[in-house]
């Protein structure tokens, strides 16, 4: 394990130079934006089994505030990141608080129905420019206003992003906390048995994602300089997390990871030889996975790869 | 006195699944709850465990009361609970089922760690610590959830029907069990069909009917008494849920 971690470390570090050209630099900084975006999702998502369907509440609150905070006080982007990560800890408690009480999917219905809310409330707000959306700095004014003219800065700061929250979820993996999400997740009824305080872990899991996805957002927006509903607060934002996260395996530490280095390049593909209609596409695409996962191996590549490694050992020597 | 029901009545609508039901209990005491499928065994379980708030009554654990507390908060006051249907952590192993219930008085993970080893030692579940509970049996599983729970550090254990579907082999392992554990100080009772394991464990059955207590006391004395054998005998050879 610990040398798939430095193989997988050396590889993304080196990608860029290896493939060195902006096409391929664009494809990694958008694969790592949605690692970072799924294993946010995942903590909460993944290992404490409560499937949200609307994260991009969260992603879009921190793609929004950089940018508003810069049109309404020509401040830097970046300045607005915390206010957007504390906006998303107020909704998450008013998200979390009424529907862990409850059992069920009432959780995953709430939030498909807040993200959904807000962005169409957001499409007619013309304070945070209505269905046109925010521009950020046109030309930067300093390297505090993070513009650059290559992906390659974008690419390092995502990569740092990703491992500092890789290295928390590690930890959660390994702390009481971890093992209460993975408890909450098999069983609530044997769980709380056992002395779990179920909502209050299920609601820290969900501050604790909501923060990442809150930064994910942040990084995308001041990357692009510019954000509409769509692309901030759009269901296809919130259904990727959960299509990455899956394919991958939830509720593992790489399986995001895993799941966006599959899907990125195959999205890149499909959208480049089927040309412009992306999106169409993009649907039939997450669609298929998704009917795939459910049908074949719910617990996605890191569950297959479970049950296949032990037999490939194996064959080798009994050949 | 460890724990006080008093009047505990559980109804569902209408129907009273447990009615009226009174348990007084002593540190140290080994009891039995007999008494036909549907009888409010598992229901009356569930009230002391605080899985459900009974509709009257009151239920008094070491001096708090705790009719309406959560199950965690059951959990942290000391009240252990198995379930009848095996509720283990399927894709989690062995060892980590024991140390959810560890971390409870062992926050740290190293001493939950310690612990659950301990603890997984002492059930006879040692070989398969490494194994997902999905790989178990039911006997496994069974007992898998009395260790769960024993690493929760409980006063009181409430077992429903933990010893059932085991061979005679594996009955007598889990009965010198339960031994083990009433004698590290831990209050039980025990829910059980088999007449071997109440007549071998305990010193005091109660007989449920219907949702009431028909019958307390010894128990050679109480399997003898006539109302117990129509109510409980009479249908002993119904079809048992698992
Ligand atoms: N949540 C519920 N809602 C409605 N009825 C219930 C509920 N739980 C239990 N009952 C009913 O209450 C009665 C008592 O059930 P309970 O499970 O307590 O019996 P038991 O004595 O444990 O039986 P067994 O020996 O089969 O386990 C049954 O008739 C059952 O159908
Ligand atoms: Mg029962």
Redesign the pocket.
Same mark, same amino acid.
């Given at each position: 394990m610990k040398t798939g971690t430095l193989v997988l470390a050396v590889a993304l570090l080196a990608y860029p130079f290896v493939l060195y050209d902006h096409f391929y630099w664009d494809i990694g900084v958008g694969l790592l934006l949605a690692a970072i975006s799924a294993s946010a999702w995942n903590i909460v998502g993944g290992y404490a089994g409560q499937v949200s369907v609307g994260h991009a509440m969260f992603f879009g609150i921190g793609a929004y505030v950089p940018l508003l905070v810069f049109n309404l006080w020509q401040l830097p982007p970046i300045a607005g990141a915390p206010l957007a990560v504390a906006l998303s800890l107020v909704l998450a408690v008013v998200i979390g608080l009424p529907t862990f009480r409850l059992r069920g999917h009432y959780f995953s219905m709430a939030t498909i129905a807040v993200a959904e809310l807000i962005r169409i409330f957001i499409g007619t707000w013309d304070f945070v420019g209505a269905a046109i959306g925010l521009q950020g700095p046109a030309v930067g004014r300093g390297w505090w206003d993070l513009t650059f003219r290559s992906e390659l800065p974008y690419y390092y700061i995502f990569l740092v992003v990703l491992a500092v929250l890789l290295y928390v979820t590690r930890a959660v993996e390994k702390s009481r906390f971890g093992y209460y999400l993975r408890a909450i997740k098999a069983g609530e009824r044997a769980a709380r048995s056992l002395g779990v305080p179920v909502q209050q872990t299920k609601l820290k899991a969900l501050l604790l994602s909501a923060v990442f996805t809150s930064i994910a957002g942040s990084l995308y927006s001041i990357k692009t300089g510019f954000i509409d509903p769509e692309s901030g607060f759009g269901i296809l934002i919130s259904v990727q997390m959960v299509i990455v996260a899956a394919l991958g395996g939830a509720g593992t530490l790489y399986g995001p990871l895993v799941g966006a280095l599959i899907l990125v390049p195959a999205q890149t593909a499909t959208n480049t030889w089927f040309g412009g209609g992306g999106s169409g596409l993009t649907y039939i695409l997450y669609g298929g996975i998704i009917l795939v996962l459910a049908r074949f191996e719910p617990g996605g590549l890191h569950e297959l790869w479970q049950r296949l490694a032990p037999r490939l050992r194996r064959t080798p020597r009994a050949a | 006195m460890l724990l006080e029901a008093d009047d505990v009545t559980m109804a $569902?609508g209408s129907?009273r699944? &447990?009615s009226g039901a009174s348990l007084a209990l002593d540190e140290g005491e080994i009891i039995g709850l007999i *008494?036909?499928? *549907?009888? #409010?065994?598992?229901?009356?379980f569930?009230c002391l465990a605080g899985d459900m708030v009974p509709t009257g009554g009151r239920i008094v654990f070491a001096g708090a009361d705790m009719t309406r507390a959560s199950p965690e908060a059951h959990a942290r006051a000391g009240i252990g609970r198995t379930f009848?249907v095996p509720t283990t952590f399927e894709d989690m192993t062995i060892l980590e089922n024991v140390m959810v219930g560890a971390f409870l008085r062992h926050p740290r993970r190293a001493d939950a760690h310690e612990h659950a080893r301990r603890i997984v030692e002492m059930t006879g579940l040692k070989d398969q610590a490494g194994q997902r509970a999905r790989t178990l049996g039911t006997p496994g599983r069974k007992r898998l959830e009395i260790a769960r729970v024993l690493a929760t550090g409980p006063r009181l254990m409430l077992l429903?029907?933990a010893l059932a579907g085991l061979t005679p082999a594996e009955l007598q392992q889990a009965i010198a069990l339960v031994r083990q554990i009433h004698a590290t100080g831990v209050t039980l009772v025990i &829910?059980e069909?088999i007449m071997e394991v109440i007549m071998t464990l305990t010193q005091r059955v109660l007989v $449920?009917n219907q #949702?009431h207590v028909i019958a307390s006391g010894k128990p050679d004395a109480v399997v003898k008494e006539t109302a117990v054998i129509e109510a409980y005998l009479g249908h002993g050879r119904r079809k048992?849920?698992p």
């Open positions: - | $569902f129907f699944a &447990v *008494g036909p499928n *549907g009888a #409010g065994k598992s229901t009356f569930n009848q429903d029907e &829910v069909h $449920f #949702g048992r849920r």
